[in-house]
């Protein structure tokens, strides 16, 4: 996640992050990244921690759970 996207969030580096995809969730650790452009994030795909995410392009919402 761009840091600040992260700043207006309210969270830092490893806290926790819902991302939210339709009626799928998953919660995973913020890693600021300042390669990221604001607005966007990037989600590994084939890994355990995104699998059954469902699409990991086009709108997803983010949440302090």
Known sequence: ICP???K???VGEGDQ???KNGSTSIILPV???A???AGNVWLAAAVRETAGFGALHGGLELEVP
């Open 17 to 19: 992050i819902m991302l």
């Open 35 to 37: 390669s990221i452009a």
């Open 4 to 6: 600040a996207d992260a």
């Open 31 to 33: 890693k600021c990244d």
């Open 8 to 10: 207006k969030l309210g």
